[in-house]
Structures are given as C-alpha cells and as structure tokens.
C-alpha cells in the first residue's frame, strides 16, 4: 500500500486519536485520583498504564484484529471502577512515609481495602482504554513514513495538551471531558463500531461521571476536585475526597471554654507575640484566608497572601465570615510560594506559612508533591532573607509522624542557629504544630518547649531523619529510600507490564525484540521527567509551569524530528555523544547556582539544561526510528521501554531528583552499545 498524503483522511485521523490519547490521559490523570484518593500517592500510575495499554495496541496492530470498538466498553468499565472504589476505604500501611487517609466523603456503608490491591486493580483497568485508542492509532500510523506519522503523532498530542489546559483553566468538570472525548471519539471511529453500543456505553458513561460529581457543592480547580460545606459558624474544604481547611466564624457571641472557633483562634494567635512589628506581613499559603483575617485584625498595615490555587482563594473571597480578601491593606499573589519569593525582593516582619500539606503530586510524572518545595532547606533559606532584622518566621503545620517536626525543626535550627520554638496541640483542630524561629523566638514556659530541653533524646532523633533539599524534597518521607509499599506494588505493576507484553507482542517479536528503542523510550521518560521537576523548582509548582513544560517537549520531540527529516541523516555516533556530554553538564550544574540568577537568566538557563538533552534525544530517536522496518511494533517497545523509565523514578526516593540525570545516561549508554552491535550485525 503507497504511503498516505499528510492532508489525507488517515494523517486526520492519527492527529485525532493521537489527541484523544493525550486528551484521556490527562483527564484520567486528573479523574481517578480525585476519585480513588490513595492512587494520587503513586508515581506515574495513570502514566505508566497509559503507556503499556498503547504498547500492546500497537503491538497487537500486526495481527490484524481492529480493536477500536472495545474503547468506549473499556472506559465504561474503568468509569465504573472508579465509582466503586471512591466509596471504599483504603487502609494506608504502616511505613516510612507519612500518608494522610483521612475520608470525609464515605458513605458509613463502605468496605475496606488494602492499598496495593487497588492500586493494581486501577492500573489494569486504566490501561484497557489506551489498548483501543493505541491499536487505532498504529493502524493509522502504518500508512505512512515512520518521521511523517512520528510528526503528526506528535502534533496530535501537542494539540491534545493544549486543549486540556483550556479546559483546565476554565475549571471544567470532568463530565465535560468525557463528553468532549467520547464525541470527537465517535465522531473519528464510526465506521469501526456499533453506533447503538457505543450510544449506549457513552450514555452510561455520562451518567457515572455525573454520579460522582455533586453539582452543589463542587469545583474543579486545575490542581484538586474541591467541595465545600457552608455552616453558621465553619465552612469545611475538602479536597479530592479529604479535608484540606477550615473557614473559620471567630465572632460567635459565646464564651471561648464553649466555643470551638475562639480555641482555634487562640491557636493561631499563640505565637504572635513574638512580633515586634506588624507593618509587612507575608503569608505562605494564604487558602481561604483564616490568617489574612487574624493578623488583620491584630493590626497588620500590609498583607501579601500568596496562593497557589485560584479556586480555594476564591472561596475565601466569596465565602470567608470576615471578608479579609476584601480589606484594601491586602495584596492577593496567585502564585505558588517559592517563585513568589524568587520574584520578590520585599523583606517583612512576619512570615506565616499556613499549612501547606497538600498531599497532591505536583504532575503526574513525578514523586514530589506540590507542598515539597516550601519546605526543604533552601527554601527556608530564601524566607530568611525575606525577614527584616527582627522579623520572625511562624509554621503552622499538621504533622501525622514525629519525624516530620524533627526535619523542621532541624532545617530552621542551621539557619537561625538556634533551636525554634515548637507548640504541640495534643487537642489539635487546623493544626498540631506551631514553630516560631527569628530573632525574638525566644524560649518561654507558656508556649510549648524547644529541643535544648530534650537535649539527648532529640539529638538521637534528629540522626535518625534526613532534612529535605532540593535535590531530595521529600518532607513526608523519614530518610532516603523507596517505601516498602512501592515496591510492592512497583514489582507487581512490572509483572502485569511484562506478562501484557509477552502476551500482545506474540513468539516471534518477544525473540526480536527492539531493544535500542526499548532502552530509549526509558531514558527519554527519567529526561523528561527531570525536566518537570527542575523546571517546578525554578519557576514554581504551577500546573501553568507544568503546562509549559509538556507542551515544550512535544514541540522539541516535533523540531528534533522536523530537523532529521529536512537536515538529516547524521553521525548516529556523534548524536550519542553530544547526548552524553549534555546530561553530563546539566547533571554538573548544581541547581541552586541557577536559583542565583536573575529572572531572565533562570529562564535561559533552564531552558538550556533541560532543552538541549531533550533535543539530543529526540535527534536520536528521530534518526534510528526512522531506519525501522516495523515502525509500529519498534514505537509499541519504545512505549513499554517508557513503562520501565516510569518505575525507575521512584529512585529518586532514595537517591535525590539529580540521580535520574545519571540513570538516564547509564540507558543511554546500554543503547548507543546494544545499537552499535545491531549495526555490527546488518
């Protein structure tokens, strides 16, 4: 069969379901974890399953059997699933890491399961769609060169992203997703099902969704599926099934040993005596706006309130009991809190880090969560230099583990020098731990204690825990390591993965398999996902800097491409090469020597270090992809080699972000060597 036009009806419809791949695997990223809370816990899941249910379809294209038509039954069954587990309770285990499983949205009729169950169970069932949409997609692929379907693919996918931020920023509801998806869908794959069950599977489909959204009392913000329950005196925020904040009445006419929000208040007031100045006031985490209230009323002149969330600030504006966000003296930063300080060169009297313990993943291709940053040494480090001479920092935080305040306190001990004042509320409401650190942190007997008066048992403590950085972010973590949770359920997932693959793949392409591409597709995922993780720590933890990093890899994978087809080929060997010596420079290149940097200089010297390998990369992939006499099985093996690459990540648990810079080139190298020996014998 001649290869296709790129303007004919099969390039039209591989940018389709190569949009419709990308288009699900975000709403789905974003769906089943707001659903199914526990699965937000683990890296890459939805990723990962994305990836292995392509492979097998486009690995299975070579046998002929069209499975298009299984799509809509598939995510009907996936659907389905997430109704049932958003109302079981997941146990979290016993571990080194500290997870919160607090449900507030559970019928009391709910069962019990085990953690890694579900998360296996999940797994399976969010890779079935991408079976379909991946065996449509390599039927399309085949009719054309393996660079122009690379392209289209690509630009389908760029198109896919760009669609889903839209709709992202806009806060739509995932029934709006699902019926966006499910109609181009139909619209893309008429001729390949039975239109009465495919009406009928979309149908139920819609109603699934809708069940599990509560039309009064929900918002999807681009980062959590958040419901809020207005009472007199207390408005609960609760987010992706758990609870996230409190809107706090502080003016009931009743006596404070009655009334539970003048205790609360008397919390959050406890450390404020150790201010000497009211003038500038900066609050990390400013939510739904409890401190903005507080320190106004106690006489702050200006108030900045950063928040990372439109949404939640949002509902603080509209719903808050005092209206602080409407006070003239206060300055609204939607911003995730350490590019605000990166940004500002302001010093104040106060810092106030409210609880900032959002227990969600800052993307679904990476570990860290979106609070981690905040809270490691160097960021620390920057709060200090925002303190003006007597300024003192107050942290609010709800520790479930005591390895958790031992990292903080150890982290604000070698700044200030000093052991900070730390308040433990046994009786706890909107937090546990209060930490005071500045210059008049001083030590008084009301307060609470500090360490120097457990002296031995602290210092034994604080060996045992490992502060976060930046290269090692992992606040809820107690030392370097990967859970024993994730492991379990990581070696599980490789079994489900490799025995798909074994079973999709068939005898003859298991004993031929491609390597090279299997090997690049791995390294090509650790690059990407470093990228992710570096660009969050330069420029915030925003889904908008999340965004714009996706959509510049695929328009580098697109030039990278472009550039092989127009210039090339080239020296396979010298591409290697320029690979290894890139990485090696930005895995040189210490972060915080870029966080030095002016603005303008961050932004070009990120771009660099994380551009140019990505670049190299994409060369590479371009160059050898291009040579395969198979395109569509050798891109299934690359799509399984991506599967591996997302379960190395959990490395960086033990051994910091930096070490997927070298767990990349240690692939790169196994490829350039299992390539030249593929060439040594053709």
Sequence with gaps: MPPQSIFSPSSYKLFGYSFLILFFELALIRFIPSNIRITAYFINLVLVAAFLGMGIGMLRVKRGKDLTQFFLPLLLLLTGACVYFSNILVVAPQSEEALYAIYHDLSPHSREWGMVPVVCVIFTLSALPFVALGNAMGREFKNFPALHAYAINTAGSLAGLLAFSILSYFSTPPLFWFGLGGLLFLLLARKQQNPIISILCLGLIFYLVQNLHQKDHEIWSPYYKINHYQKPAVTSINVNGSIHQYIINFSPPLAPQKNISALIKQDYQLPYRFAKSWED????????????????????????????????????????????????????????????????????????????????????????????????????????????????????????????????????????????????????????????????????????????????????????????????????????????????????????????IIFAAGRKNIKNPDWTLFLLGASFLLLETKSVTEMSLLFGSTWQVNILVFASILMLIFAANLFILRKGPFDKTRIFFALFISIGVSYAIPTHSLLALPLAGQWIAGALITAVPLFFAGMLFSQIFENRQEPTTSLGYNLMGAICGGLLEYSSMAFGTKNLYLLALVLYILAFLVHGREKGTS
Excluded: C
């Design 281 to 500: 006031v900066l609050i990390l985490g400013a939510g739904s706006g409890n401190d903005v209230h507080l320190v106004l009323e106690q006489g702050a002149k200006n108030v900045d309130a950063v928040e990372i969330d439109r949404a939640i600030w949002k509902l603080g504006k509209d719903l808050n009991y005092h209206k602080p966000y409407d006070d003239p003296r206060v300055q609204v930063f939607i911003d995730d809190a350490r590019a605000f300080l990166k940004k500002s060169k302001k010093k104040y009297d106060v810092i106030i880090l409210g609880t900032l313990d959002s227990q969600t993943l800052l993307s679904g291709m990476s570990s860290i969560r979106l609070d981690n940053y905040i809270y490691t040494a160097e960021a620390f480090r920057s709060i200090q230099e925002h303190l003006k001479t007597e300024g003192i920092i107050i942290l609010y935080h709800m520790s479930p583990s005591s390895f958790i305040p031992l990292k903080l306190s150890k982290i604000l001990m070698d700044i200030f020098g000093v052991h900070p004042l730390i308040h433990f509320e046994k009786e706890h409401r909107n937090f546990n731990f209060t930490f005071v650190a500045g210059s008049n942190a001083e030590g008084v007997n009301d307060f609470g204690y500090f360490f120097p008066e457990l002296k031995n048992d602290s210092e034994i403590a604080e060996s045992l825990v490992s502060p976060p950085t930046d290269d090692w972010p992992y606040l809820y973590l107690g030392h370097p390591g990967i859970p024993s949770h994730y492991l379990q359920a990581g070696g599980i997932l490789f079994l489900i993965s490799l025995i798909s």
